[in-house]
């Protein structure tokens, strides 16, 4: 009888160490070795994702205060919990179309230089982790807006999600000229 009981304990601690090993993640909670975390979201058409290490938090869309002699892209600012973020229509500044709001459009909270910057998105849909090896070099023609800065499209089941590269758009002179011609 007792060894029954040892082979069956025996067999459930096999069965333990066999599934920490199998488990996606390490002791933390972040993403295991191999693995991606980015944040998932809508902008036009597009499926997009970006490092989840670039954005603070995702929220609605807060009450503007244009600012004169700005290009079309930049909203204007917004008081987020006493902190004065610049919000700027990701969507206008890539097509060149203003974002059209509903309830599901949220800004992406991040940092530009140190100051706050909201990234005004279609949709949100969370945080979604992907292997390195389910990404490839993003094929992105030379005539897209995405050209440049996206440089991974990462694919899970059926599905592609461009991988925005947010440090590489806050370089964009384009992008940090918000001054009207």
Not at 41 to 59: D, P, T
Not at 145 to 170: I, K, N, Y
Request: charged share 25%; with cysteine.
């Amino acid at each position: 009888m007792m060894s029954t009981v040892n082979a069956s304990f025996a067999k459930l601690l096999e069965y333990e160490l066999r599934a920490r090993g199998a488990a996606h993640g390490d002791e933390d909670g972040g993403p295991a070795k191999g693995d991606w975390a980015g944040l998932a979201f809508r902008v036009g058409g597009a499926q997009m994702v970006c490092g989840m290490e670039r954005v603070s938090e995702s929220l609605p869309l807060p009450q503007v205060t244009r600012v004169p002699g700005t290009k079309p892209f930049i909203l204007g600012l917004a008081n987020v919990r006493g902190d004065l973020v610049t919000i700027v229509d990701l969507g206008c500044y890539l097509s060149g179309q203003r974002t059209r709001t509903s309830p599901a459009t949220r800004v992406l909270s991040s940092t530009l230089r140190g100051r706050a910057v909201g990234l005004v998105v279609d949709e949100v849909f969370g945080q979604r982790n992907f292997l390195d090896n389910d990404a490839d070099p993003a094929d992105v023609p030379d005539s897209s807006p995405l050209h440049g800065l996206v440089r991974r499209a990462h694919r899970a089941g059926s599905e592609s999600w461009q991988e925005l590269d947010l440090d590489t758009l806050f370089r964009n002179p384009d992008f940090l000229d918000g001054a009207a011609a």
